[in-house]
């Protein structure tokens, strides 16, 4: 009988030291667990996307009126530390220009990069474009359009004229237009003189339909008045007043 108490007391000692081993390694896992979590956690947080940059060859570029840029325009999105984010949309939306991209949306891929093909609008001049992230951060790219190449000049009217000293010239028209025909507004045209008169302009800018005018009034008779229309990157045009 006696032995029987001990035996029992030995059992019930050997479950009470299992209960607290058990106890003991419960709260080991918990432990952990809620470190694994809190990893997890930490590392979740890191990786949101924070920060939008614009690669340094897409940023800047010149290009054709109505054409795409020669580069196409990438972005990297990372996070707080400067990590990579992957699977991030990005939203491209044309600013100023008129142009169009090639999609509304990119997603980064692996290395934390989007990109999109620009095409400029029909107008030289700046274009600007911003690419943005559902967290609110952006980032505004740019580039410059200039006129197609191929483009040319071209008188449209007021050449060939016979003007009295004195009197105003008819307008002196001229055109820049592509190699299709179409007109090219803003290009900035300079106008020179040689002969004897007043020249209403030294410079102008064409307009929606590609074309600019000057008009002149010659200050003495007897002499012929020649009148060049300039433009960067294209042939000159050459007007010719009669003064009788």
Known sequence: MQRSVTDRGMRGMRVHSTGRWLVAAAALVVAVVTAACGDKTINAVSLLPAVITVSTASNGQTGVVGQPLPQPITVRVTDQSGNPVANVVVTWTVLTGGGSVASATSTTDGNGNASVIWTLGATPGD??????????????????????????????????????????????????????????????????????????????????????????????????????????????????????
């Open 127 to 244: 274009n600007t474009l911003r690419a943005s992230i559902a967290t609110g951060a952006s980032v505004t790219i740019s580039a410059t359009g200039v006129a197609a190449i191929g483009s040319t000049m071209s008188i449209v009217s007021g050449d060939g004229q016979s003007v009295t000293m004195g009197t105003t010239s008819a307008p002196l028209v001229a055109m820049v237009s592509t190699a299709q025909g179409l007109g090219v507004p803003n290009v900035a045209v300079a106008w020179t003189m040689t002969g004897n008169g007043t020249l209403s302009a030294s410079s102008t800018v064409t307009d929606g339909n590609g074309q600019t005018s000057v008009t002149v009034t010659p200050t003495t008779a007897t002499q012929t008045i020649t009148v060049t229309a300039t433009a960067a990157g294209l042939t000159p045009v050459t007007f010719t007043i009669t003064v009788p």
